[in-house]
């Protein structure tokens, strides 16, 4: 199922997309940890506590510790959006401009395969998904160990890192079903800029009117909490799967939807 050319292929056109994301996402671990526990880390904090949705829904976790200044500076916002946003780009690349330009119709007639073809590009888009996430985890834990040695409860951390991953891979499932359902790319690139922009603006405006507080259940981004991975919740047990789950199936449905349309040469 997996074409070993078309990966290479798909790997060589995007990585400059997956370094740029994952390097925003591995300075800021670095940066929040070099302030923590400075009068700069904890300006940095006040002035993310104040606007809507950037320190997530921290809630009575916000305490002392590094991961719950990692969670309140990066985790409400920033781990939120930067791979979300990776996943959008990248799906409208994969799918929308591929059926758009033609080069869709080009692979299928050289590998014959479309279930193939669908198959690498979503196992692209969820493994580059998780060594994001594996090289911001490695990278925070080592920062910890030289810039704040002893003082990053790693388990929490690894199960915060791990709770987000879930939730990206439900985003990209729902990115990647848009674009095989709206073929074209501009299309596919405003749709998915509206989904993500409004998701966040339903997670974002509580903050202002705890009478808006409703408006999560409409949010993707409000099944991501870091105060549960920091509580040891027993219910990410079962939520983390569910998620993961439910975005593979969602790919699934995309690349069923793309293996019956017309592609256009």
Not at 31 to 37: A, F, Q
Not at 157 to 184: E, H, R
Request: proline share 3%; aromatic share 10%; net charge neutral.
């Amino acid at each position: 199922m997996l074409n070993l050319a078309l990966l290479k292929e798909t790997m060589r056109e995007n990585r400059r997309l997956w370094l740029h994301c994952t390097l925003i996402l591995v300075l800021g671990i670095l940066l929040c940890e070099s302030v923590y526990g400075t009068e700069a880390g904890e300006k940095m904090r006040q002035f993310l506590s104040v606007i809507p949705g950037m320190t997530g829904r921290m809630g009575e976790a916000q305490d002392a510790s590094l991961i719950s200044f990692l969670g309140t500076c990066l985790y409400g916002a920033v781990f939120l959006l930067v791979p979300a946003i990776y996943s959008a780009i990248l799906s409208v690349r994969l799918i929308g401009r591929r059926l758009e330009d033609g080069s869709m119709a080009g692979l299928i007639s050289v590998i014959g395969n479309r279930s193939e073809i669908l198959f690498t590009q979503a196992y692209w888009m969820g493994t580059s998904l998780l060594g994001m996430f594996v090289c911001t985890s490695l990278a925070g834990i080592l920062g910890g160990a030289v810039l704040r040695p002893g003082r990053l409860e790693t388990a929490q951390y690894l199960l915060m890192n791990l709770s987000c991953f879930c939730m990206q891979v439900l985003i990209g499932g729902i990115c990647f079903l848009l674009a095989s359902l709206l073929k074209k790319e501009r299309t596919a690139s405003l749709t998915a800029a509206g989904v993500l922009t409004a998701g966040y603006l339903f997670f974002a405006l509580p903050d202002l009117d705890g009478g808006l507080s409703a408006l999560g259940y409409f949010s993707v981004f409000s099944v991501f909490s870091p105060e549960k991975a920091i509580e040891g919740s027993g219910n990410l047990f079962w939520e983390l799967p569910v998620l993961a789950v439910a975005g593979l199936l969602l790919y699934k449905a995309g690349s069923m939807v793309l293996t019956n349309a017309d592609i256009p040469s």
